[in-house]
């Protein structure tokens, strides 16, 4: 089993301590570092290697968690991002989604949950709770609006991979284009549908209904 550096950010200082505890129980989890808001996060982040997933809360002093998974999206990129909240309303969860989160637990979920989610998300994957999986089961099922996001055949063809899962160099390999290519799609995609990251661009597309 590969070891897996998970950073927490948490204001709740009983909760931050109790699941800290909780996570370094586990077998190849360690919590390298924990804060109580987002500006010592970045603060940290500057000076120490990135951990493989960030813990955020949502209700944080000062910078939101949200505005954080945005920047992180636009300037780590390769840092999974696995929010742990108590909210659990529609437009929160499509926010995070939409800004970059690789999975949305609720607080209520019991540590297995939480390390599964975890390992979900280190590898690749998402991670939803009950409640919030029926939240993005219901968004994608709604009718497509009438807006128009103008994508080009090519960039609804790489969001359809991306959807598949394939990374970036293994679109440009199937599409018969270069990894610069694939990018410049990428980027004009992101633009055009508001969005910064590739979770966030599959889960818009498939809303709107252009996938």
């Keep these: ?46 000076k120490d290697s990135a951990p493989d997933v960030v813990l955020m809360d949502l209700g944080l002093p000062g910078m939101s968690g949200l505005e954080a998974i945005r920047i992180m999206s636009s300037e780590a990129p390769d840092v999974a991002v696995m929010v742990l909240t108590v909210f659990k309303d529609k437009e929160k969860v499509i926010e995070a989604l939409d800004a970059g989160a690789a999975g949305y637990l609720l607080k209520e979920s019991d540590g297995s949950e939480i390390v599964k989610g975890l390992r979900e998300v280190f590898f690749g994957g998402s991670a939803l709770s009950p409640a919030i999986a029926r939240i993005v089961v219901e968004e994608l099922r709604r009718p497509a609006p009438d807006d128009e996001f103008n994508l080009s055949t090519r960039e609804i063809e790489v969001l359809e991979k991306l959807a ?41 597309a498939l809303r709107a209904g252009i996938i």
């Design 1 to 46: 089993m590969i070891p897996i550096n998970i950073w927490l950010v948490e204001d709740d200082a009983g909760y931050r301590r109790n699941l800290k505890l909780s996570l370094e129980l586990e077998d190849k989890i360690t919590v390298g570092r924990v804060f109580p808001s987002c500006l010592e996060f970045f603060d940290a982040l500057e």
């Design 164 to 204: 598949d899962g394939l990374a970036v160099k293994e679109i440009a390999h199937v599409l018969g284009i270069s990894v610069g290519t694939t990018g410049f799609h990428l980027t004009n995609i992101y633009k055009k549908l508001q969005v910064q990251s590739q979770t966030g661009a599959v889960a818009k």
